[in-house]
């Protein structure tokens, strides 16, 4: 099993603050997503990036694939309420996925 | 994206009772499912990989007589929890991925509690 590790596991931040989260793994990976999930809802693809150091922006969003494709970030720019939930990063090879403990983050106004 | 449906979203059964879930592909051939599970402030655990006419595999860990995956066809995957109890009470989420499709597409999940 391919074990990912994110960090920090809790985020409280204040409205219009930047964050960084993060997404390590001794193993490397042929691709690497990362998900937000709501309370009570399913996780939704944000991105996939898949070559080593690949950045993917989403608006305020900025993902970062390792060199050596074993971790991963994710930066929010001037963070939202909106942007509340938990953030997983999932990695494997083909279809089957390896998901991390996520970060639960919480932006108050 | 791709569009996943389940159903029911919410379901409360009494304990020794079955349930069935459904997860639905909506736009896409399925060719692959999935199954997780997930405990409050945990992350998700898979349970067991469908493939479309073929038996699921099922994660060391997950017993395959009590939770039943049919994937009959390329857009419908069921999971029956069989003999519920309260320790079943979860969210059950599925995701699902078709040729071509390089990433799971997630259902929005079923909370499954078990009185």
């Known amino acids: 099993t391919q074990l990912l590790e994110q960090s920090p596991q809790f985020l409280s931040i204040q409205e219009g603050e930047n964050l960084t989260v993060y997404c390590n793994s001794s193993?490397?990976?042929?691709?690497l997503q990362w998900y937000r999930q709501e309370p009570g809802e399913g996780p939704v693809l944000l991105v996939t990036v898949v070559t080593g150091g690949e950045v993917k922006k989403l608006k305020r969003l900025t993902f970062q694939f390792g060199d050596a494709r074993k971790d991963s970030s994710l930066h929010i720019t001037a963070a939202q309420p909106g942007d509340t939930g938990l953030y997983l990063c999932a990695g494997g090879a083909g279809y089957a996925l390896n998901f991390g403990k996520g970060t639960s983050l919480l932006v108050t106004p | 994206g791709a569009v996943v449906s389940q159903h029911p979203s919410r379901v409360i059964c009494k304990s020794g009772t079955s349930v069935k879930i459904e997860c639905r592909s909506l736009?896409?051939?399925?060719?692959?499912m999935f199954w997780y599970r997930q405990f409050p402030k945990q992350s998700l655990m898979l349970m067991a990989t469908?493939?479309?006419?073929?038996?699921?595999?099922?994660e060391q860990g997950v017993e395959k007589d009590k939770f039943l995956i049919n994937h009959a066809s390329l857009t419908l995957s069921t999971l029956t929890v069989t003999s519920a109890h309260p320790e079943d009470s979860s969210f059950y989420i599925c995701?699902?991925?078709?040729?071509?499709?390089?990433?799971?597409?997630f259902g929005p999940g079923t909370r499954l509690t078990v009185t």
């Open positions: 736009d896409f051939q399925a060719t692959t």
């Open positions: 469908s493939n479309e006419g073929s038996k699921a595999t099922y």
């Open positions: 995701s699902a991925a078709g040729d071509g499709l390089y990433e799971q597409y």
């Open positions: 193993s490397v990976f042929s691709s």
